[in-house]
Structures are given as structure tokens and as C-alpha cells.
């Protein structure tokens, strides 16, 4: 029915949704956080210990998500956890109550680990069934997902500030471009794990993480922090270290967020001209070197500058770790999308740690250390390439 090429082109089509909604869910519940704030009546401390509800969820779901990859399939825990997402969104938008609230938080974190993984498992998989390199691509929809949630807030909230009609809406578009992509997931996705071994094996043996898949999360974790310190804390150096206007002050993620969108976009290019391992760690070498030398120039433009750098050299990062974490099997993604979800967690926090015991410089300056720790830790990973002979049955069928 479908000639390789546009065989490939809808599954593409496919699996990208499954990243633009999970930008989009998060998104939109988070967009509506001073509605909930207001509804509630809570503090900045209940607000924060929400937020760490969400990323708590997520960061043990570890566990969980590993047996239902292995029970279900990524295309049926993609789709579930989509359902999930939404059904999320929904008792956001009624819940009567905090405590209620922190547990449809925690809940949501579970579901988005559960999506993060299935949706990468699926990128992976794909790559190595069509022998092309698409990963970093689907990593920018997730962006594009978000930026459409930002579109539809503003819009709906113009017409109605009521959370059961915006949520309503959006969990309306979630189940329809689930459905609608559902044809064009992969069946299965044997091509991205680990090699087939006897069940007796598997049964004897527990799926304890090795060498590889430590290195891998490390490299995730530290990406990640440097991913989330860079939005939380940018603005802040701007102004109160660089001296930047308040103005100027929110450009600093404006120019991470741009830079990074870009370098996906392009960055499955240069994965296929120099590999991921090059590109990983060239990538997070810039990234550390740009912004320490930034901070030791100091002022507006060399901060900008560095930035840049930082957007630019580590937005590859974790789509070529989710690509050879996917290559080790289930057990080794769900570890590593949770190391990650967790470094982008306590990043953030322990950078204030720093910055309240000495200054912000130096919290800014640990960001630097983070990103080339990224490219310290590549060089312990074995980045699949896609000339790797691929597992008899990979595939769609």
C-alpha cells in the first residue's frame, strides 16, 4: 500500500505527534499555573512542592515504565499514555482541592515518564528500520508542542478564563492527533532493543543497569541539567550579574530556546555526516567552553554569546543518548529518561544552592562544568550507528 519512502514519511509524521503532545500537555496545565495558584489559594512554597510533585512522578516511574514497555509495546504505551495525559488535564481543570491536586501532579509526572519513553523507543526504532537519522527532528516538535499550547492558552483564555473549557479543549486535540497517528506508529520495535535472548534468561537473570547505561544516564542527567538551569537561570544572571536591563534580561532564553529548535532541526545532519558520538561530545565541549568563557568576560553581549554556544552545543545531547539508551533495550531508556527527568529536577535547585553559598557566576559557572561533563561522559558510551546490522524481524510489519 505504501512505497518505503512514504511508509517512512508517515511513521515520521506519526511519532512526531507523540512529542508535540507531550510539549502540549505539559504545557498547558503549566500555562495555567497563576489559575490554579488563584483557585487554590496557594503559596509559592504549595506552588513549588506542585511543580516537585509533577517531577517526582516521573522520576520514579522508572520501575513502572520498564514493565509496561516490555507488557504493552512502546505503540501501546505511547497511546495510553497519551489517553492518560489528557484524562490528567481533566482533573486539573475540577480538582476541589490541594492534597488532590499533588496527587493528579504526581500522577502526571508518571504518565509523562511513561510517554517519554515509548515515544523515544518508537524515534529509535524508526531510524534503525529506515537506516535515517530523525531523532534530533522529533526532539524539536516537543518544542513546537509547547509553543502551540502557549498560542492556545492565550486564545481560549481571551474567550473564557475557565480551566474546565481550555482543558476541556485541549484534551480534545490530544485524543484526536493520538488517534490520528495511532495507524502510523511502529508495531514493535525490535530494531531498537536489546538482542533477543532466551526467556529462560531473561527470567533468571534481573535487567541490572551495566557500565554503558550508567555512563548514558550521566550524560543525560548532566545534559539535562544544563538544559533547565539554562531556562531557570539565565534571565537572573542577565540582570543582576551581567547588567543587563530588565528588558534584555528575558532575551538570555529567548536565545537558548531559538538556538536549540534550530540545532535540532539541523542536527540529524550532522549526525549522519560525523556520527553521534562526534557530535555529542563536540556539541557539549562548546556548549561548557562557550559559557565559561563568557562568564569570565563577563557583560551582556559576551553572555548572550554564550548562550548561544549553550543552545547550540547541547541540543543534540539527549536525542543521541535516547538513541543508544534505546539500542541497550527498555530497561536501559526507562533508567536513563528517568536519570534525565532528574537532572532536570534538582539541576536547577542545586545551581541556587551554589549561587546563594558563593554567587551566581559560580552557580552559572557549575552549568559550564555540567555540559563538559556531557562530553567526558561520551566517550564512555557506544553510540549505535546506523550501518549496525539490524535485528532479524526489525521492522514494521
Not at 517512512?8 to 504545557?27: D, E, K, T
Not at 501532579?105 to 523507543?121: E, P, R, T
Not at 550532522?270 to 565541549?285: H, L, N, P, Q
Not at 542545586?350 to 562530553?375: D, K, N, Q
Request: glycine share 10%; proline share 5%; hydrophobic share 55%.
Amino acid at each position: 500500500m505504501f512505497g518505503p519512502f512514504d511508509a517512512y514519511r508517515r511513521s515520521q509524521v506519526a511519532i512526531a505527534a507523540l512529542f508535540c503532545c507531550l510539549g502540549f500537555q505539559y504545557a498547558t496545565w503549566v500555562s495555567r499555573i497563576p489559575a490554579l495558584k488563584t483557585r487554590l489559594g496557594l503559596s509559592e512554597a504549595e506552588l513549588g512542592l506542585l511543580l516537585m510533585a509533577c517531577g517526582a512522578g516521573a522520576a520514579v516511574s522508572f520501575p513502572l515504565v520498564a514493565v509496561l514497555t516490555k507488557r504493552l509495546g512502546s505503540r501501546r504505551l505511547a497511546i495510553c499514555s497519551t489517553l492518560c495525559l489528557g484524562a490528567v488535564l481533566l482533573a486539573f481543570s475540577v480538582t476541589p482541592d490541594y492534597p488532590v491536586t499533588l496527587l493528579i501532579a504526581f500522577f502526571d509526572g508518571i504518565a509523562v515518564g511513561c510517554l517519554n519513553v515509548a515515544m523515544n523507543a518508537q524515534a529509535a526504532a524508526l531510524e534503525v528500520a529506515y537506516q535515517r537519522t530523525t531523532m534530533a527532528r522529533m526532539h524539536a516538535t516537543f518544542s513546537a508542542g509547547s509553543l502551540f499550547a502557549a498560542l492556545l492558552a492565550s486564545g481560549v483564555t481571551a474567550l473564557s478564563p475557565a480551566l474546565p473549557v481550555h482543558f476541556g479543549a485541549a484534551t480534545a486535540l490530544l485524543v484526536v492527533l493520538v488517534l490520528a497517528a495511532r495507524g502510523g506508529l511502529l508495531p514493535q520495535d525490535q530494531s531498537a532493543a536489546e538482542p533477543a535472548r532466551p526467556v529462560a534468561e531473561k527470567r533468571r537473570r534481573p535487567a541490572l543497569p551495566t557500565r554503558v547505561t550508567i555512563w548514558m544516564g550521566l550524560a543525560m542527567a548532566f545534559g539535562t541539567v544544563t538544559e533547565g538551569a539554562m531556562n531557570d537561570w539565565s534571565a537572573l544572571y542577565l540582570k543582576d550579574s551581567a547588567g543587563a536591563t530588565a528588558s534584555l534580561a528575558p532575551l538570555g532564553i529567548a536565545v537558548v530556546s531559538v538556538m536549540m529548535v534550530l540545532a535540532r532541526l539541523f542536527a540529524d545532519g550532522w549526525r549522519g555526516k560525523w556520527g553521534d558520538e562526534r557530535v555529542v561530545r563536540a556539541g557539549s565541549a562548546l556548549a561548557g567552553a562557550g559559557l565559561a568563557l563568557a562568564l569570565l568576560a563577563g557583560g551582556v553581549v559576551p553572555a548572550l554569546l554564550g548562550f548561544a554556544c549553550v543552545g547550540l552545543g547541547i541540543a543534540a545531547v539527549t536525542p543521541c543518548v535516547y538513541v543508544a539508551a534505546a539500542r541497550q533495550g527498555s530497561d536501559a531508556l526507562a533508567l536513563v529518561a528517568a536519570m534525565g527527568t532528574t537532572g532536570l529536577l534538582a539541576g536547577p535547585a542545586a545551581i541556587g544552592f551554589i549561587a546563594s553559598g558563593t554567587s551566581l557566576a559560580w552557580g552559572m559557572g557549575a552549568v559550564a562544568v555540567s555540559a563538559l561533563a556531557v562530553s567526558l561522559c561520551s566517550t564512555r558510551i557506544r553510540f549505535p550507528s546506523l550501518a549496525t546490522p539490524q535485528p532479524r524481524g526489525a521492522g514494521t510489519r
